[in-house]
């Protein structure tokens, strides 16, 4: 009885150390994901940041507060992570980014972001500075009015002031957060919780008042507007939220208000504010660390223009950098279907010159069309919506579709003089702008061209994937989404890749293959390259364009090739190979279409125009440089380098960089307490010469997260319940078919006595036994593998998804049982063998060190199969290493793949 009890006892405790030690593992894999996720999204930001920085876009004061926030947020995500992960290792990376946070507030000291004096601003006194007030469409309306004297529909702005004036009046802030503080970050993909809260706060505010004197000054304006019509006006009503990405709102992130009749603005105007707390607004916000408190919602009131014709025009073409023509589309009735696609619309291509001459006209059948009609409520709701689909039926009351007369069907949409008129207003805004521009129309009534909305228009890059996936921002049927042909007359080297900066670059080809290579790099070449790295910052200044095989278009040096304005392609297509891009060959990278041709292709470079940036010059643009110092550079660039440290760290691209460099390191020491708290494996039953124990993380095993799984430890596991990709990557190359993983190799004797003589001599000798237990810690994605192989120690780390920003393998290998020399030459053969496979290594005496990162999955599984056959190939290196000439000629079978040694 009192066996059995014992027993009991012992079994319950290790069932809870079991428990305690899955969850040590399991947390600090958690970690890691969170650390990286935190860094991508960082990128994301800054990559904005350095867009935005060309001049070419309107924002505000509120932007860059906003960016700000949000990349201090990801920032300390990724310092706080990094020092759980690690047992609090670097300390000193909060005192440097609190620093770094002290440098932007003083930067910041004095800037004015105080409020608009006024509830409502009139169009007439509008102009692009005042967006922070009024928010970029308004912004964008009144300047094209006032500095232009182009048409715009009569209105007025409903300012940020308004805004904070009504949430303030009626106490709202404080029961919106209440609820807002009922979401954690988990609950971010529970809809139901979601479009339950979003619901309480949408009837929360739209039982609110407007207070009496924000109507008063929305009432003045509204006069306005009927006095200088007095017929049955209507008002479009336009979300414009500030502290944003100015773009969200123009991509439908919010509601937009149709037909809307004077006597439901008041209503109308809190439909809109509610907007901002829909379910897809508020999950948008979570997942990219938006706070609610620097946002408000202005809100562009204007004259509903029923439209005869409407659609979008664009002053040049938006994926063909060739192409600068002016294209116009256009369909009968409301300009929603022109912009959601919904239908073909017909188009129109027309020369920048004086006689502005339309070169073609591609007129599609128009079966039907939306128009202006009178309360109902059958009309579209909004997709980007309040939440209460009741409310958006209500307010979204005077659209509907009808079919188009038959006889119109197949007509042009606009006549020859209407386009032509329209072709020379894009030609005026895009000469104010000093940059392309995305435009959207209407044709009254009385068969006046109106602008609605004026923005600069991104020449976007047009690889094969996006081809294939769609583009989104150009109509469906328009052609525009075509990839250019190639140009004739020139010798296309590499026909796919992905774009990590655009622009056009010619130079003279120049393979950099070391360090001692960029110390060489000529002026206007073009640097060319197996791998990304942070390193070619070097000679960015001076370079014309980057290609490398393989790399991450939101990584480091992505992020730095932006910054510089250095065309960059990575990523390039599995037929590709660089050898077919010889040293010194003169060659043109495309960075919009992601090709490189051989030669100079002079019409890409004649038609790449430096874009002038209108927001140059600006306080708020000045403002953003100055913010941008502190956040953007890298100075941390060779992780061997004394002064990467956290003290070396000077922004947050140097915090990211180090914790993320760092990051690697302590998961790859995680094998550490494998053996310490070796409480839950399982052995891995398979002909290898080594005892392998698994630790599944939870995903990493079939079964995963069963409570009968869960609790059967220390049982035996064979591969086919193994689903961890890494893990079988790494085990397809030990169990490779030309490995004896079972009977030791004949020998050089000589070599092996003279290892067992070192062994006699140092028995406490750095490196384990054969027979000692190996781990892998695994998970679906995630690998941290140590192993003892003969006398040999060594740890793999590696992660394999879909992410090429996050995949990457650690390898060190150490240990031995022959003397110095020896050792010291395995280690310089492995390094030979690592080389040859695009691994960046290190070599220390006896210990190498080596990284594969930011390439694809397929990619990393393949140099995975590679470390699992060397792992075995090494058993036996050290008898084989009596002479310096041993180094290459170990490293030449391996590579070879005579893994056997035939050649012995």
């Excluded at 919506?385 to 006889?407: A, Y």
């Excluded at 009254?444 to 228009?457: A, N, T, V, W, Y």
């Excluded at 053996?675 to 039953?685: A, G, H, M, W």
């Amino acid at each position: 009885m009192r066996s059995r009890l014992v027993k009991a006892k012992q079994g319950k405790n290790q069932s809870g150390d079991n428990a305690e030690a899955n969850a040590v593992f399991r947390f600090k894999y958690t970690l890691f994901k969170e650390l990286l996720s935190a860094n991508s999204e960082l990128f994301n930001i800054l990559a904005d940041m350095e867009e935005k920085l060309k001049g070419t876009h309107i924002f505000g004061a509120s932007y860059i507060k906003n960016q700000v926030i949000r990349s201090m947020i990801q920032t300390f995500k990724m310092v706080k992570n990094l020092n759980v992960l690690s047992g609090n290792k670097y300390p000193q990376l909060y005192q440097v980014l609190e620093k770094i946070n002290q440098d932007i507030k003083s930067v910041n000291t004095g800037k004015n972001e105080s409020e608009p004096p006024f509830y409502v601003i009139p169009y007439k006194d509008i102009l692009k500075k005042d967006a922070d007030f009024v928010g970029g469409k308004s912004a964008n309306l009144g300047e094209i009015q006032n500095r232009l004297n182009i048409p715009v529909p009569e209105g007025f702005a409903v300012t940020a002031k308004a805004f904070n004036g009504f949430l303030d009046a009626n106490h709202l802030r404080e029961d919106i957060l209440k609820r807002k503080n009922l979401i954690d970050a988990d609950d971010i993909h529970d809809i139901d919780l979601l479009n339950r809260l979003s619901r309480e706060i949408t009837d929360l505010i739209l039982s609110k008042p407007v207070p009496e004197e924000i109507m008063t000054e929305i009432q003045k304006a509204v006069d306005t507007l009927w006095a200088a019509s007095p017929s049955d006006v209507r008002v479009a009503m336009r979300s414009s939220a500030i502290g944003e990405d100015g773009e969200l709102s123009f991509a439908g992130q919010y509601l937009t208000l149709l037909n809307v009749p004077l006597d439901r603005i008041s209503e109308a105007y809190k439909s809109i504010i509610a907007s901002l707390y829909s379910t897809r607004s508020v999950s948008y916000r979570m997942a990219k660390g938006i706070k609610d408190d620097d946002l408000a919602m202005a809100v562009a009131c204007i004259r509903m223009v029923d439209s005869t014709a409407s659609g979008v025009m664009y002053t040049r073409h938006p994926y063909n950098i060739l192409d600068d023509h002016i294209l116009i589309n256009a369909v009968w009735g409301l300009g929603p279907y022109a912009v959601d696609g919904i239908i073909r619309p017909d188009t129109f291509v027309v020369e920048k010159t004086h006689e502005l001459r339309i070169l073609n006209r591609d007129i599609s059948d128009k079966a039907v069309q939306l128009v202006c009609h009178r309360p109902s409520t059958d009309a579209r709701e909004n997709p980007g919506g309040t939440g209460n689909k009741s409310v958006e039926r209500n307010m979204t009351e005077g659209i509907r579709e009808i079919p188009v007369p038959i006889e119109k069907r197949s007509a042009p949409a606009l006549t020859d003089l209407q386009i032509q008129q329209l072709a020379g207003y894009g030609q005026k805004l895009e000469a104010h702008y000093k940059c392309a521009q995305d435009i959207e129309w209407a044709l009254d009534p009385e068969d006046r061209i109106i602008i609605l909305q004026s923005r600069p228009l991104k020449i976007n890059a047009v690889s094969p994937a996006s081809t294939a996936s769609g583009i989104s921002g150009a109509p469906h049927g328009t052609g525009l989404r075509k990839r250019p042909d190639p140009i004739s007359g020139y010798r296309v080297i590499i026909e796919e890749s992905e774009i990590a900066s655009q622009g056009i670059g010619t130079g003279t080809a120049f393979h950099v293959k070391s360090e001692e290579d960029l110390a060489s790099f000529p002026v206007k070449a073009i640097l060319i390259a197996h791998h990304s790295s942070p390193e070619y910052t070097l000679v960015m200044r001076q370079c014309s364009g980057i290609i490398t095989e393989s790399g991450s278009i939101s990584g480091h040096m992505a992020a730095l090739a932006r910054e510089f304005n250095v065309p960059t392609l990575m990523g390039l297509g599995a037929t590709t190979a660089l050898r077919d891009i010889p040293h010194g060959m003169e060659i043109t990278v495309d960075g919009y279409s992601g090709r490189v041709y051989q030669g100079v292709v002079t019409e890409l470079v004649a038609a790449v125009e430096k874009q002038e940036a209108h927001m140059e010059g600006t306080p708020v643009h000045e403002h953003l440089k100055k913010i941008a110092g502190l956040m953007l550079p890298l100075y941390l660039i060779n992780p061997k380098a004394p002064d990467f440290t956290p003290a070396g760290c000077k922004t947050l691209h140097d915090i990211a960089r180090f914790c993320h460099e760092y990051s690697y390191i302590e998961m790859f020491n995680v094998s550490d307490m494998a053996s310490k708290r070796d409480k839950c494996s399982f052995r891995l039953s398979a002909p290898l010469p080594i005892d392998l124990h698994i630790i599944d993380l939870g995903s990493g095993m079939k079964g995963s997260g069963d409570p009968a799984t869960e609790n059967t430890c220390r049982g035996m596991v064979s591969l086919d319940q193994i689903q961890s990709v890494p893990f079988l990557a790494l085990m397809k190359g030990m169990l490779h078919k030309d490995l004896d993983t079972r009977d030791p190799k004949p020998v050089n004797f000589s070599g092996f006595l003279s290892v067992m003589q070192e062994q006699m001599l140092s028995p406490g000798h750095v490196g384990d036994r054969f027979g000692d237990r190996s781990y892998a810690i695994i998970a679906d994605k995630y690998l941290n593998f140590s192993s003892r192989v003969g006398y040999h120690y060594s740890v793999v780390d590696a992660y394999c998804g879909e992410t090429v920003n996050k995949n990457y393998i650690s390898f060190s290998f150490k240990g031995g049982a022959a003397d110095d020399i020896k050792r010291n030459r395995r280690v310089r053969a492995i390094a030979l063998i690592l080389k040859s496979f695009d691994f960046t290594v290190d070599v220390k005496e006896d210990k190498v060190d080596a990284r594969f990162q930011k390439y694809p999955c397929p990619l990393i599984q393949d140099r995975l199969d590679i470390l699992g056959r060397l792992l075995l190939f090494t058993r036996q290196m050290d008898m084989l290493m009596t002479t310096e000439d041993s180094v290459k000629w170990v490293a030449d079978n391996f590579i070879a793949g005579n893994y056997k040694l035939a050649a012995l």
